[in-house]
């Protein structure tokens, strides 16, 4: 019996840590991972390290690459000169001077012959032969011959290509969704995607063109049924039948989420509700997207704060809050229940009351990840 329950015990601990999500950090040179209650579960030990992706991260130990659990046991011994994150149960490894490819048991992948490999994406790779680029999926089963001349990275489950200057959308098994006949298009969601035509711009819905007059920009959908777009210099917002709802009478606008938007208006920026009223005064320097906790990343001087809904500045603007164009806007204020801020070249996390998560400062700290 007491096999048993220690058993049991031991299959739940396992089950509950590999259920965390771990944050990357480094301090004193060396890199560790904390919990999402800020305590180290592997301790500072290593020169090199990338983040928890499925279960697994790629340490550097001396000069080689290998790969650890959560429990900090190697899983994958290290042999390699280089590795990459795992994605769709495959990662990109380089052993003498050549890429290739390993399953989550260390066991190399024979995939079919390309000039170059590439990582893994929403449960496909791409394949190259000569100018034009084609798709595989984990198994190595090729789901699309390479026909292509560009396939832009996977975004929930969609992406865009190009063949003669002309661009399409496909999805993960290939199927063209939006056909190549558009100088540009924009990320494919919820069923529309914004596109340009000549000198026209608009929506792309069922797989029909509609010509928005006299708008020269429009923002990816995201998560939201309507979109920013740009019409004489000035932005409101549109609906997924290229209607406007929100009249084009602000500087800038950026997405809505949990059902506000920001907009700048005479250099200052504010929030709007779904229905164009200003609910919180343009008054900062610059704002983000509310996250779904209900707090916004808003500047005021060269700082960052965090306003709620009812535009009360809850968390002040002492920080930064990213340093980097390649984050997107959700990963400037909080991702689930804490936000990533430097101070004084220090970073932290903090939670939606403004604490320090357990009282830390690092070198450097990377978003939470699986």
Do not use: C
Not at 315 to 344: C, H, T
């Amino acid at each position: 019996m007491r096999k048993y329950l220690l058993l049991s015990f031991l299959t739940v601990s396992f089950g509950i840590l590999s259920a965390q999500k771990l944050a990357l950090v480094k301090t004193k040179n060396k890199i560790g991972f904390i919990g999402e209650n800020g305590q180290y579960l592997i301790e500072p030990q290593y020169s090199d390290a990338k983040d928890f992706s499925e279960g697994l991260a790629a340490i550097k130990k001396g000069n080689l690459w290998g790969f650890i659990n959560k429990e900090n046991q190697w899983v994958i011994e290290p042999i390699y000169s280089n590795a990459k994150k795992f994605n769709s149960g495959i990662a990109m490894v380089e052993i003498d001077k050549k890429w290739t490819y390993v399953n989550t048991k260390g066991e190399q992948q024979n995939y079919p012959l390309t000039d170059k490999i590439y990582d893994f994406n929403e449960g496909v790779a791409f394949i190259r032969k000569g100018d034009l680029v084609g798709l595989i999926d984990y198994n190595g089963n090729v789901l699309v011959e390479p026909a292509y001349h560009v396939i832009r990275t996977f975004i929930n489950g969609y992406a865009k290509v190009a063949l003669n200057k002309k661009w399409g959308v496909i999805d993960t098994k290939g199927n063209l969704v939006v056909n190549l006949e558009y100088d540009d298009v924009g990320e494919f969601n919820q069923d529309v995607v914004w596109a340009k035509k000549g000198t026209d711009f608009g929506i792309v819905s069922n797989n029909q063109f509609i010509a928005i007059e006299g708008v020269d920009f429009i923002g990816n959908f995201n998560s939201a049924s309507y979109t920013f777009a740009r019409k004489n210099h000035k932005f409101g917002f549109i609906n997924k039948k290229g209607e406007w709802i929100i009249t084009p009478i602000f500087s800038n606008a950026k997405s809505f989420s949990n059902g506000l938007a920001p907009i700048e208006d005479k250099g200052k920026w504010g929030f709007i509700n779904e229905q164009g009223e200003v609910v919180i005064q343009p008054k900062y320097n610059n704002a983000e997207v509310f996250s779904e906790i209900g707090l916004a990343p808003v500047k005021e001087g060269s700082k960052w704060g965090f306003v709620n809904k009812e535009g009360k500045l809850v968390i002040p603007a002492l920080y930064d809050i990213s340093v980097s164009f390649g984050f997107s806007q959700k990963d400037k204020g909080f991702n689930g229940k804490l936000a990533r801020v430097k101070k004084q070249g220090k970073w932290a996390f903090l939670d939606e009351n403004g604490n320090v998560l357990a009282d830390q400062w690092f070198d450097n700290a990377e978003l939470f990840n699986d």
